[in-house]
């Protein structure tokens, strides 16, 4: 797509007031001197630096740039050139800094050069800024595009894609909020307002005409959908020339999809034109509010299960909206299960692009250990039903009865390469057959991350990480004497493993060395570090454990497990649980109150800076079926009300002996000490222990194989 350059930003005025006879010469005054970092260059007085996203990652040859000078200075003394060409004009004078900004056009793919020049009749200063300009299609950081790739544009109401990228024309819909509380188009933006036309007040208490701009178009590959109230009749509806009007409170909520997925398709985005009571985009909670909303069909995790290559498209998208709706005051993500788990991947990935989290149905990462579960699915029936009971059954799993069959059924067949829905090709020739078609898409999360992991130089495939290499089912259970040792000795001689097909065979799984050092450097196995200990965490959940769901309570405290063993401390974090989902519609409220009262405190970002600004009901909360509100701190296996009222369960891996941040993808191995069990084997169940685990069992007690902290953000694939 050409992304069409716009006019400078927020609150911007002519200088002429500066150009009058008698300004003084700003430039023979001394001023600090500032240092350069990505995205700034600068000379003394004189500095340039980029708004929009980071200097080396820009994107559709455009860029908000700022150029700072000394308080006063007129723009008769400044110039700006790119490559040479004088682009000057796109600046503007922003009275609150007296800095000058502007969205520069022209930009070459590739490098290019900015140049500001400050004149005086007693001295000349010079600021030089590097640039990259990459192509709105992308790839940026994420590596070469998944391939092959289908598009939906035409079903997105774009029309047809205009290139292999899939790339569409930008697209502008009206529509407005009826007194009868739904959504209705807005047929004539300037025309007669509708008589049922509601009104709301924003955060900021300003009363505005309920209408919602809907800006839609593609990048990287995506096709994304921001949503802005707005009154057209004062704003006017020229793309090429709009500005944001007084209904937009300068915030945006980001919102991600959940589950995970392996498909090599765009993704329908449904068009926001018919009448209802919203959905998608046309979010009432954050619309009503004065919220920005954003949308896009890669921030899905059910279509791909990419942290690496969704983080880039949020990048990507917020330099588009910080270009043409002005710098942000902040960004907050949303969203549950899969969409937790790219808040909280991202933000280690890319600190910086979400200013808040409300992860909701928290899981802690993208790399769970579903291959338990679909493993101990299938060994069951493999095994004395007069023996194994539920209650055995369920001290093996650590899940509520159910749970492990959920997750068998939704995702066992992730890592099979030949499964058509998970790839969702229309064109099921393109799909990966061992006999008809050894090289096509092959439909497993491992090759959706093929740029992360890496392929294998024999098969050409993606290396895995998968594992379960000497990992003991059913420790705890039977150290706590819910199970034998013939029974403990039976589940771990028959679990076996899962090939690079996805079959079930004797054989345990062993992960590739390449993968899981890959994974842990990534990010996308997240060992919580830095980044995440700077942004307000709120996770929300429903109580869902006792229908045997996926989404069980345990993973909030993994999650916090893991911010404790990576800084030291967890307070950034929120625990809410209820029986319903009352919670995560007050999760907006409490962080807006959190995100303003530390964007207004001048100190730099800090996990204290952020701690000190929690909101009163920022705290763990449960409330019990009748809506009742009970505050206390919220901890693993306490004895406390919230834990009474909703039990927390464990899982397969926590039952083998990982630690609570279960952030272990392949053990080291120990060899076996009987004396560490509390049962006792035989001579007999010795040696048949000793040929289940002939390299020896797991040692938790030490880092995983190839566990090590990420490697950096912002990583180029």
């Not at 830095?530 to 999650?559: C, E, K, T, W």
């Not at 995560?584 to 009262?597: F, G, P, Q, V």
């Not at 222990?689 to 694939?717: E, R």
Request: proline fraction near 7%.
């Amino acid at each position: 797509m050409t992304i069409q350059m716009r006019a400078s930003i927020v609150s911007l005025a002519a200088a002429a007031a500066l150009t009058a006879a008698g300004t003084p010469d700003v430039w023979s005054q001394p001023g600090p001197q500032r240092g350069s970092r990505a995205g700034v260059e600068s000379r003394a007085l004189l500095e340039i630096r980029t708004l929009s996203s980071r200097a080396d990652f820009l994107s559709g040859g455009d860029a908000l740039i700022e150029v700072r000078a000394p308080a006063g200075t007129p723009i008769a003394q400044l110039t700006l050139a790119l490559n040479g060409k004088d682009v000057t004009s796109y600046l503007k004078n922003e009275p609150a800094t007296g800095n000058y900004r502007g969205v520069v056009e022209g930009m070459t793919i590739g490098t290019n050069t900015l140049l500001a020049t400050a004149k005086s009749p007693k001295a000349r200063h010079e600021a030089k800024l590097t640039i990259i300009n990459h192509p709105i299609t992308g790839p940026i950081l994420s590596g070469p595009h998944l391939k092959p790739y289908e598009c939906s544009t035409e079903q997105s109401g774009l029309g047809a894609a205009l290139d292999a990228n899939c790339s569409a024309p930008r697209k502008i819909w009206y529509l407005y909020r009826s007194t009868d509380n739904t959504f209705k188009p807005l047929a004539d933006p300037r025309g007669v307002r509708p008589a049922d036309l509601a009104t709301t007040t924003t955060t900021d208490g300003k009363a505005v005409p309920y209408i919602v701009r809907v800006d839609s178009g593609t990048i990287n590959r995506a096709i994304y959908q921001i949503a802005v109230l707005d009154d057209p009749s004062a704003t006017g509806i020229n793309p090429a020339a709009w500005q944001p009007g007084d209904g937009w409170n300068r915030k945006f909520v980001v919102s991600f999809g959940g589950s995970s997925g392996t498909q090599y398709i765009q993704g329908v985005m449904a068009p926001p034109t018919g009448a209802g009571v919203g959905g998608g985009v046309v979010n009432h909670a954050a619309l009503s509010k004065g919220f920005g909303y954003l949308i896009s069909s890669e921030l899905v995790n059910g279509r791909r299960g990419n942290g690496v290559l969704q983080g880039e498209a949020l990048m990507m998208i917020k330099e588009y909206i910080t270009e043409r709706y002005g710098v942000l005051k902040w960004m907050a993500g949303s969203g549950g299960s899969g969409g937790a788990i790219q808040q909280l991947v991202i933000t280690q990935m890319y600190p910086g692009l979400m200013d808040g989290l409300m992860p909701s149905l928290t899981f802690p990462d993208s790399t769970l250990h579903t291959i338990d579960s679909i493993l101990l699915t299938n060994v069951w029936p493999k095994l004395d039903k007069n023996v194994w009971t539920q209650e055995k059954i369920t001290a093996v799993e650590g899940f509520t009865p159910g749970t492990a069959r959920a997750w068998n059924a939704a995702y066992g067949r992730l890592g099979v390469p030949t499964n058509a829905s998970g790839c969702a090709l229309a064109d099921k020739t393109l799909i990966y057959d061992p006999v008809t078609n050894p090289k096509g898409a092959r439909c497993t999360t491992q090759d959706i991350r093929v740029n992360v992991y890496g392929r294998d130089p024999r098969t050409g495939w993606a290396r895995r990480p998968t594992d379960n290499v000497g990992l003991q089912y059913g420790l705890a259970a039977l150290n706590g004497g819910a199970i034998t040792v013939d029974e403990f000795l039976d589940v771990n001689e028959k679990v076996g493993g899962t090939d690079i097909d996805g079959k079930i065979v004797a054989e345990r799984t062993e992960g590739d060395p390449i993968a899981l050092r890959a994974a842990y450097e990534s990010g996308m196995q997240a060992s919580y570090h830095a980044a995440l200990a700077n942004v307000p965490i709120l996770m929300s959940r429903s109580y869902l454990d006792s229908r045997g769901d996926i989404h069980d309570r345990q993973r909030d405290f993994v999650v916090r497990e893991r911010l404790q063993k990576a800084n030291g401390r967890s307070d950034n974090s929120v625990i809410w649980i209820a029986n319903t989902v009352a919670p995560i519609a007050a999760s907006l409220d409490t962080m807006n109150a959190w995100l303003d009262a530390i964007v207004a405190d001048p100190k730099p970002l800090s996990p204290d800076k952020v701690v000190k600004h929690k909101p009163a009901d920022a705290v763990d909360t449960c409330w019990d079926p009748s809506g009742t509100k009970i505050v206390e701190p919220a901890v693993f296996g306490a004895a406390n009300k919230c834990n009474a009222l909703y039990p927390i369960h464990s899982e397969p891996r926590l039952v083998a002996g990982a630690p609570l941040t279960n952030d272990v993808m392949k053990c080291q191995l120990k060899p076996i000490a009987f004396g560490d069990y509390k049962a006792s084997f035989t001579d007999a169940q010795k040696m048949r222990m000793k040929m289940v685990f002939p390299t020896g069992v797991c040692d938790f007690s030490k880092p995983g194989v190839g566990q090590v902290p990420i490697k950096g953000t912002y990583q180029t694939y």
